[in-house]
């Protein structure tokens, strides 16, 4: 079971000898920029600042501290935190200690959490205490009980993350550049989300990428208003492209339009990213708030499709030019340009950020289509990619890779896409059976596995119904085992108990006989979309 697919060695050798990976590490670049933008802010949380120096300094305290604690180079750690300043100074610590962060989202729960430790051979899990209504530091350690490979929690703001972090900086060895940096987690097509190895010399190319398209310079200011451990906004351009560029972060605790603004007002942002329901939220509050907008010059739109109409009224309603970008934590990324005509930036979610992203749009149909059998121009087609910044294989996932990639490397996204004649993506939809529920991925396979748990559940299928606030909402159809009625509330406490992130208890629960099946006798989600439509319209 291998932990990384490498880039075929003359692969690998043609992207550093065209300048794409240039055998920098994420501590260097932070050294970099903090020895030619010392002063400058770096990062800023709700009641403090940090300079850039101060943020290297931080970054080498717990680095110390996590190898003097008996984390070592190349362990895996769990880092689950939300939009706090600790997060930059403990993932460039875990950098610079050669460690490799792996990345849950605040929203994870239980079940989530115990699943990427497992999976990843996790050594430590860092997190916080009680934040939103949710006790990290209980899960982590109830998690930590569990999971034999774990030897230690640590909690920001307690004594023993204090003396982690107050350590006495020291010289470690820098990582290979070629190697791991860190594990994100994939939107999960089937059951809990796959781990993505991504090295510092592929993801650095793409960051540094993003923040040359995005327009990044000394004097940005960045909002992250998404949850910071996601992909778009650690790295599209976000939080990694504003540090590259020697641009100040602010961090939002909250993404909802009240804060938002008002960090816009008073740090001057003018550049920050958001899911398409987040982006109508803001469109919607701009028109009654008092806050002063002026600075606010691009926003970035991602995460899941931003349909036209949407797409329309952002620049008029929040005085900024729209920049769309589509992209996936496994590599491609994909972005409208801020020079390109309003039809591409309204109708199509970008193109490839390097003139080395290969990309194949093949027929729809047939999941394991070989990367050769693409579809004529302008057809509608499954979108499979390699490149210099796109992994080759999941982590210790060799099964699943034999159907996620085709022989030559190319990956599946899983995604169907029109491709204009400019190279510009148009997301008509997904192959895949994954709901995007304003922008989090919702695995159907895994919320019908912990409803198929309940006693009184025969079978379940859940599937996606239209939002117009979120895109897609999960909708779970029952079928109860005999002699027995539950109800929808009950068996949304029942997912809503096993541990799961919130985003994933089904929006909608219905409760039927028998479900309509294929000709090979599987469930038709097809006819589940059209009852549940025609369900809709009764309505």
Known sequence: MRDHTPWPTETAARYRAWGYWRGQTFGALLTSVAEAYPGRTAVVGEHERWTFAGLDERAHRI????????IRAGERVVVQLPNIPEFVSVVFGL???GALPVFALPAHRDSELRHFAGQSGAAAIITTGAHAGHDYAAVARAVAQDVPSVREVFVVGTPGFADLAAAKPRDLPDPDPAGVAFLQLSGGSTGLPKLIPRTHDDYLYSVRESARICGLRPDSVHLAALPVAHNFPLSSPGVLGALHAGAATVLAPRPDADTAFRLIEAERVTISGVVPPLAAAWVQAAARTTHDLSSLDVLLVGGAKCGRELAERIG??????LQQVFGMAE??????????PDELVLGTQGRPISPDDEVRVV???????????????????ALLTRGPYTIRGYYRADEHNATAFTADGFYRTGDLVRRRPSGHLEIVGRAKEQIN????????????????????????????????YLGERTCAYVVPAEGTTPTAAQLRRFVRGRGVATFKVPDLVQVVERFPVTGVGKTSKRELRVALAALAKER
Request: hydrophobic letters at 40%; proline letters at 8%; aromatic letters at 2%.
């Open 63 to 70: 680095a110390a501290g996590l190898a003097e604690s008996g």
């Open 363 to 381: 027929h729809p149909d047939d999941p394991l289509a070989a990367s050769s059998d693409e579809v004529p121009a302008g057809e509608v087609g």
């Open 95 to 97: 950098w610079r200690a």
């Open 331 to 340: 590599g491609l990324v994909c972005y409208t340009r801020l020079d390109d």
């Open 316 to 321: 008029p309603a929040l005085g900024c030019r």
């Open 437 to 468: 529920r304003g922008g989090e991925k919702v695995a159907a396979e895994e919320v019908e596995n912990h409803l198929m748990a309940h006693p009184e559940v025969l079978d379940a299928a859940v599937v996606a119904v239209p939002d117009e």
